[in-house]
């Protein structure tokens, strides 16, 4: 398969990419792309399981043939780009919706796996089939993450100044295109606008050294943050079996988070071909049940925190380092 190029786009320049040229109207029409993406996706996962007609959240495949239209055109359009922003939030934001309160679950990981419905066994289906809704966090805040890690390298490990400024220019140049985004949000009724990412290093930053950058690395325990302050006390944490950046960011940082947010409910989910489903499963349905709790007035968080000591292993709640049972009774105080 060598005779295939693989274009890749980075901001480490590890790619030349030969006979391929990203040029300035394509990468305005991808991030244009994304900021349609995801505030399509934050509209939609905040809509969909309080919709009063069913299937009425279906609009979003109007809206995604709107907005692949638009990014199709040979030159982006600023002021199309900024209408259709506007009016996904608002049509969204205007469908009848029951008045139900559910527990809200953040969904967080390694990038593939928290966005691949097929990496993670569709767990926003599962979610809202559990009666929860689910908060993902935005795509492009993982590009605001790789250019601000030219901060702290030109700080620390001896790069170019000039590249860690034309990366802040280029998270100040992000902004601009997400501020129409942002402020539709904020006027809405029923959605939250995106975080900062200099907010987001400040607080993970406490928690974790933002040289941590393999991977998700810092950004992964500042996503977390960002979701625990703005009222997302329920958080499943999504990693690649045996993926050692995640263990050290997001399953390592699980302890402190929670005796910083003693409401913290939050467990780290294995994917893996070789993992048992049923046991992923287990897992999260505990997770709701405490969440469920939570929401109803009763304090689960020293619970959580003991079950989820007990469940680190295989999640079935046996303590074992095999799941042989799958996830079955196997006679623990917690699995009966």
């Given at each position: 398969?060598?005779?295939?190029?693989?274009?890749?786009?980075?901001?480490?320049n590890?790619?030349?990419?030969?006979?391929?040229k990203v040029?300035?109207?394509?990468?305005?029409?991808?991030i244009?792309?994304?900021?349609?993406?995801?505030?399509?996706?934050?509209?939609?996962?905040?809509?969909?399981?309080?919709e009063?007609?069913p299937?009425?959240a279906?609009?979003?495949?109007?809206?995604?043939?709107?907005?692949?239209?638009?990014?199709?055109?040979r030159?982006?359009?600023?002021?199309?780009?900024?209408?259709?922003?506007?009016?996904?939030?608002?049509?969204?934001?205007?469908?009848?919706?029951?008045?139900?309160?559910?527990p809200?679950?953040?969904?967080?990981?390694e990038?593939?796996?928290?966005?691949?419905?097929?990496?993670?066994?569709?767990?926003?289906?599962?979610?809202?089939?559990e009666?929860?809704?689910?908060?993902?966090?935005?795509?492009l805040d993982f590009?605001y993450?790789?250019?601000?890690?030219?901060?702290?390298?030109a700080e620390?490990?001896?790069?170019?100044?000039?590249?860690?400024?034309?990366?802040n220019?280029?998270?100040?140049?992000?902004d601009?295109?997400?501020?129409?985004?942002k402020?539709?949000?904020?006027k809405?009724?029923h959605f939250?606008?995106?975080?900062?990412?200099r907010?987001?290093a400040?607080?993970?930053?406490?928690?974790?050294?933002?040289?941590n950058?393999?991977?998700?690395?810092?950004?992964?325990?500042?996503e977390?943050?960002?979701?625990?302050?703005?009222?997302?006390?329920?958080i499943v944490?999504?990693q690649?079996?045996g993926?050692?950046?995640n263990?050290?960011?997001?399953?390592?940082?699980?302890?402190?988070?929670?005796a910083?947010?003693?409401?913290a409910?939050?467990?780290?989910v294995?994917?893996?071909?070789?993992?048992?489903?049923v046991n992923?499963?287990?897992?999260?349905?505990?997770?709701?049940?405490?969440?469920?709790?939570?929401?109803?007035?009763?304090s689960?968080?020293?619970?959580?925190?003991?079950h989820?000591?007990?469940?680190?292993?295989?999640?079935?709640?046996?303590?074992?380092?095999n799941?042989?049972?799958?996830?079955?009774?196997?006679?623990c105080?917690?699995?009966?």
């Amino acid at each position: 398969m060598g005779h295939i190029p693989v274009i890749s786009v980075n901001v480490g320049n590890m790619e030349q990419n030969p006979g391929f040229k990203v040029t300035i109207p394509m990468a305005i029409k991808a991030i244009q792309a994304t900021v349609y993406g995801d505030v399509m996706m934050r509209c939609l996962y905040a809509t969909r399981p309080y919709e009063k007609v069913p299937g009425s959240a279906e609009l979003h495949k109007k809206w995604r043939a709107i907005c692949t239209k638009a990014v199709s055109k040979r030159n982006p359009a600023m002021n199309e780009y900024r209408r259709i922003v506007r009016a996904i939030v608002k049509d969204f934001d205007e469908l009848p919706r029951r008045p139900v309160k559910k527990p809200r679950v953040g969904v967080v990981g390694e990038i593939l796996v928290k966005f691949s419905p097929l990496a993670n066994n569709h767990i926003v289906d599962l979610l809202e089939r559990e009666g929860a809704e689910a908060v993902m966090p935005d795509l492009l805040d993982f590009m605001y993450y790789s250019f601000y890690n030219l901060n702290f390298k030109a700080e620390n490990l001896g790069f170019s100044k000039k590249g860690a400024f034309l990366c802040n220019v280029g998270i100040k140049l992000m902004d601009w295109f997400r501020a129409d985004a942002k402020a539709a949000l904020r006027k809405s009724k029923h959605f939250t606008e995106p975080g900062d990412i200099r907010h987001m290093a400040e607080t993970s930053s406490k928690f974790v050294s933002l040289g941590n950058m393999t991977g998700e690395g810092w950004f992964l325990t500042g996503e977390m943050l960002e979701l625990i302050e703005s009222g997302v006390k329920n958080i499943v944490c999504t990693q690649p079996f045996g993926c050692l950046p995640n263990h050290v960011v997001g399953k390592g940082v699980i302890k402190q988070l929670r005796a910083s947010y003693p409401d913290a409910n939050i467990i780290a989910v294995d994917y893996d071909p070789g993992a048992s489903e049923v046991n992923q499963l287990n897992r999260i349905k505990l997770m709701l049940a405490m969440a469920q709790k939570n929401l109803q007035g009763g304090s689960c968080a020293t619970g959580a925190e003991s079950h989820e000591e007990h469940t680190s292993s295989c999640g079935c709640g046996c303590g074992s380092h095999n799941d042989s049972h799958s996830g079955g009774s196997c006679g623990c105080s917690h699995c009966g």
